[in-house]
């Protein structure tokens, strides 16, 4: 059992980058898929990106190709999402999530455990 607990979020502008965090308590965060999610107002939670227990597979949005990048560190029990050229459109409240799975999924309907999330606003 693992429990996510993100930070990294805030204000920027566009064109601006943020890096989010995501540190999740447990003594066996190696054998979880981490994801990131995001959802905005009014809007769906929807896939941004995950990267598989060894760090070896990640799988992101269309939306994010080329702009943000996950990696995780096991030793830290920690898991990034560097955003670069960020858009308004990107404004949304970001969540970390851990599913214990060899593959990569992108349901968020898969993932047992959420953190809480954090803002990320992006002005124009």
């Known amino acids: 059992q693992v429990q996510p607990v993100e930070s990294g979020g805030g204000l920027v502008q566009a064109g601006g980058s943020l890096r989010l965090s995501c540190v999740a308590s447990g003594r066996t965060f190696s054998r979880y898929a981490m994801g990131w999610f995001r959802q905005a107002p009014g809007k769906e939670r929807e896939f941004v990106a995950v990267i598989r227990w060894s760090g070896s597979s990640t799988e992101y949005a269309d939306f994010v190709k080329g702009r943000f990048t996950i990696s995780r560190d096991n030793a830290k029990n920690t898991v990034y999402l560097q955003m670069n050229s960020l858009e308004p459109e990107d404004t949304a409240v970001y969540y970390c999530?851990?599913?214990?799975?060899?593959?990569?999924?992108?349901?968020?309907?898969?993932?047992?455990?959420w953190g809480q999330g954090t803002q990320v606003t992006v002005s124009s």
């Open positions: 999530a851990a599913v214990q799975s060899w593959a990569t999924p992108t349901s968020p309907g898969v993932y047992n455990y």
